[in-house]
């Protein structure tokens, strides 16, 4: 009889792997709903709300909250795109990356987003 381990050991690698695209997987509906909410936020407060572009967005539960992280681009108020930046909302935080810094932005990310 032939062990199963070389077969789950394929199995264990390719969920690692995760999605060859880059995609993350498809969130829960509760997941969906804060992202779409907090989306809508971040939104309220650009200069141009329709040009919010999002990327790599996705729940948290690190830090022992729920945080929504990810990326955003938008046009500022000379119409030029900002390029994307990080961003996190949430229960414990709500920032952007432009208004916080990237050393502060580096710590909160490492604590509420990294993964």
Known sequence: MRSAAPFAAVILLMAACGDPHGYRS????????MIE????QLRSKLKVPDSARFKDVFVSQLGGTREVCGRI?????????TGYQRFIMGGA???LESDYGSEL???SWGR????
């Open 26 to 33: 498809r969130p829960s509906e509760i997941d969906a709903q």
């Open 37 to 40: 909410a907090k989306e809508a």
């Open 73 to 81: 681009d938008a046009m500022n108020s000379f119409g030029a795109r």
């Open 93 to 95: 935080e709500n920032v």
């Open 105 to 107: 932005m580096d710590e």
């Open 112 to 115: 509420y987003c990294e993964h």
